[in-house]
Structure formats: structure tokens, C-alpha cells
């Protein structure tokens, strides 16, 4: 009996077996059929073409790309060269500048601020030496004056008193004159002793001191040796007359007289000024004493434009340093016949300190960065176009330009700002 059963459970086994071999023969086949069938149509359109053909074939894909590239093509030509046209009113209105390449000297430069005094050497005090009333006022402030001009008058006694001590003097003088004379003759004759001619002599010889003395007086409260010879013919009412005259050529700046005053001798009632010249003092820091001389050229700005302005010398140089501002002075003197310059204004003072030569020199307005580039704007015929430089050494105000500029070739060395916004506005509207 068990021997009946594993034979039956051995049959079963291999009945199993064999019926799960012949699926998996039969199974094979059909996948793969299936995928041969369903591969290609992943490659096809809903035509029945494959994606290649499709695409060599798709007209919108073509015209497309077409436009693509006029574009890219467009674009690479603008952005080859950029020009940039101005017209004559718009250069004017925005500074625009034309120069043409050149060399030059590349100046080191120091600025110094300083400030415009007057000329010390040229400024009057203008006091009336004697005490007086003051009748008459002819100048005031502003007024230009000449040499020996009348500026005012007063009325004194105490010049008055000068002038009769001078005329009794004179008198005296005449009178020991005649005397020595008379007893010179007597003498002669034998008639009168030498006694009374040594005494006449003597006493000619103290008039002549008391005279002198008298004109020493009237001088030094101004009068001439032309007004001293005016006095003997003078009416007695214009002995107490003084005039306060110009001591040269200027314009008075300052005025301390009105009429009716009682002025002491010593009453500063004008201030007269040649402003022909004025002084300008310098302030130079303790820093920069070692390369600040004397004799160097110095250009003086009034708003700070380096390359604007009277040009001078340095003709003196302070020795010592100021305890609060620790500077020290450096003056120039400059000419000043045109009145540019009025003194307690503030300037700058360009030292140059060395100077280099350079093959193209340009001032630093005319460069402007375009595209990462140092950049000059050049003119054509069509316009501005703006070029690529190559620069080298540099001070505050000028530029070496070592390659992208050639000599002679015009360019523009100012407003080139604007002309950067301009060009990169027209740029943004072609976009």
C-alpha cells in the first residue's frame, strides 16, 4: 500500500514539472513578438514617421530657427560698433569738448589751499598827523585815487601854530641876515668892533637853525618843499586849513571820517590799497614742507580746476609753523590789474613738483568706462565712437594713454558723462 502511494506522488511531481516547462517555452515567444511589435511605434509619430523624419520634415521648426539666427547675427553686428551722433547744440548744451591726441607733460601735482590777502607792501594807512575838525569828505569806499589827490580836509590850530612859528622864523632868519651885513661893513671900515660882527653872525646862524627847524616840523606833518614856498602868500584863514592827500595810486577799502569829527594825529580815517597786486598765502602741511620750494611754479585756481588759472612763483616759504593750524605759509605774488582775484577769498594752489614727458597725454574726462573698458570717445565722420584704451601713469587731472589713440586723431576730452548715459540709453532702445 505505501508503496502504491509514493509512486502515485512521484507521477504528480513529474506531471507538474513537465506542464510548467512546456508554459514557459510557450510564453517566450509571445513576449518577444509583443515587444518587436511595440519598440518601433515609440519612435513614430501619429503619421507613422519616426521622430527624425519628423523633424527633417517640420517646416514651423526650420523658419524658427531661421529667425534665430538673423537675430543672433543682428546683435553681433550692433554690438560691434557703437556710434554715438551729436549735434553741434547738443554738445554745447552738455560741454562736450573736442581735442586732438598730442603729447604733454605728465606734472605731479600737490594742492594747497590758501586764501588772497593784500599786498602788505602796498597798503596805507592814511592817518591826518595833525588833530583837527573835519570840514570836508571827498572819497569813500571803493573810490579809486591818484598820487597827492585831496581825500579830505580839516580845519586845525595846531597847524596853524606851525606854520606862524615857520613864517616868524623865516623873518628872523631875513632879519640876521641884513644885520650880519651892516656889521660886516662897519667892521670893514674899522667904524664898529668884531665883537658886534661875531655877534651878528652868531645869531644868523640860530635863525637859520630855528628856520630849518620850523620846515623839519611842517614837513613831517606832510608838507612839500612846493607848499612851503606857497605859505608866505597865503591869507591868513587858510592857515588852519590841513588836506589828507593820497599816498599813491589805489582804491580806498576802508574809511573812518565824517565830517564834524574831532580826529586825533594819529586817527586811521582811510585805508588806501594798490590792488594792482595781491599776495596769495599758501598752507602747506608738515607732511609735504620736504617737497615745497622756493621758486617752484604754482597755478592758482579760484574753483579748483587744475588747469585754470594765473600762474606764479613761490617767493617765499615761512620758516616757521603755525601752533594751531601746524602749517606753514607759502606766498605767492600775483598780478591782479584785471580784478579777478579779491583778497579773503579762498583759492587752490597747484605745486608742480616734477613733470614727466608722455607719448599721449589726455585729461581724465575724457575717459569713461564702457564694457569693463577704459574707453576715449573718439570722433568719425558717422559721429562719436567709443574705443578701448590702454592707459599708463596718471596724476589727478591727466592720464597717459599707452595704446587706442593715435596721435593727431581728434577725440572728445570733456562731457563724456552724458555722452555714456546717451549711448547706453540708445542702446536700451534698439533692445
Request: aromatic share 6%.
Amino acid at each position: 500500500m505505501r508503496y502504491k502511494i509514493g509512486i502515485t506522488v512521484l507521477a504528480l511531481i513529474f506531471l507538474v514539472s513537465g506542464a510548467t516547462a512546456w508554459l514557459n517555452r510557450s510564453n517566450s515567444p509571445i513576449s518577444m513578438e509583443a515587444n518587436a511589435e511595440t519598440e518601433p511605434a515609440s519612435h513614430k509619430d501619429h503619421g507613422g514617421h519616426s521622430k527624425g523624419e519628423a523633424e527633417k520634415s517640420d517646416p514651423h521648426k526650420e523658419h524658427a530657427d531661421h529667425r534665430e539666427g538673423e537675430s543672433e547675427a543682428a546683435h553681433e553686428g550692433h554690438s560691434e560698433e557703437k556710434v554715438l551722433v551729436l549735434t553741434e547744440s547738443q554738445m554745447k548744451a552738455n560741454a562736450v569738448k573736442i581735442a586732438q591726441a598730442g603729447p604733454g607733460e605728465l606734472a605731479a601735482q600737490l594742492a594747497l589751499p590758501g586764501e588772497v590777502r593784500l599786498n602788505a607792501d602796498r597798503v596805507a594807512h592814511v592817518v591826518p598827523r595833525v588833530p583837527g575838525v573835519v570840514r570836508e569828505v571827498f572819497r569813500s569806499i571803493g573810490d579809486e585815487v591818484k598820487t597827492g589827490e585831496i581825500m579830505a580836509v580839516l580845519e586845525s590850530r595846531e597847524l596853524a601854530t606851525l606854520k606862524a612859528a615857520y613864517l616868524a622864523a623865516r623873518e628872523r632868519e631875513e632879519l640876521a641876515q641884513a644885520t650880519l651885513g651892516r656889521e660886516k661893513r662897519l667892521w670893514e671900515k674899522k667904524i664898529s668892533a668884531e665883537q658886534d660882527y661875531l655877534v651878528a653872525k652868531q645869531a644868523l646862524a640860530e635863525a637859520v637853525i630855528n628856520r630849518r627847524s620850523a620846515e623839519q616840523q611842517l614837513h613831517s606833518v606832510g608838507f612839500s618843499d612846493k607848499s612851503l614856498k606857497e605859505i608866505p602868500g597865503q591869507a591868513h584863514l587858510s592857515y588852519t586849513r590841513y588836506e589828507i592827500r593820497a599816498p599813491f595810486d589805489g582804491v580806498v577799502i576802508e574809511k573812518h571820517i565824517t565830517l564834524g569829527e574831532s580826529l586825533k594825529d594819529d586817527a586811521s580815517c582811510f585805508t588806501v590799497a594798490d590792488l594792482n597786486t595781491v599776495w596769495v598765502n599758501l598752507n602747506v602741511y608738515q607732511k609735504d614742507i620736504p617737497v615745497v620750494r622756493k621758486g617752484q611754479e604754482v597755478l592758482i585756481s579760484t574753483d579748483g580746476n587744475p588747469y585754470e588759472g594765473i600762474r606764479g612763483l613761490l617767493d617765499y616759504i615761512g620758516p616757521v609753523m603755525g601752533e594751531e593750524t601746524r602749517t606753514s605759509t607759502a606766498r605767492v605774488v600775483l598780478s591782479n590789474k584785471a580784478g579777478q582775484f579779491k583778497p579773503g577769498q579762498f583759492v587752490t594752489g597747484f605745486v608742480h613738483i616734477e613733470k614727466d614727458p608722455v607719448a599721449v597725454l589726455v585729461p581724465k574726462t575724457a575717459l569713461q568706462t564702457i564694457e569693463k573698458n577704459p574707453s576715449v570717445f573718439i570722433k568719425t565722420e558717422e559721429g562719436f565712437v567709443p574705443v578701448a584704451v590702454t592707459v599708463g601713469r596718471s596724476n589727478d587731472n591727466f592720464v597717459e594713454i599707452l595704446e587706442g589713440l593715435e596721435l593727431g586723431r581728434e577725440y572728445a576730452a570733456s562731457g563724456t558723462f552724458i555722452m555714456k548715459a546717451m549711448l547706453e540709453k540708445s542702446d536700451t532702445h534698439a533692445h
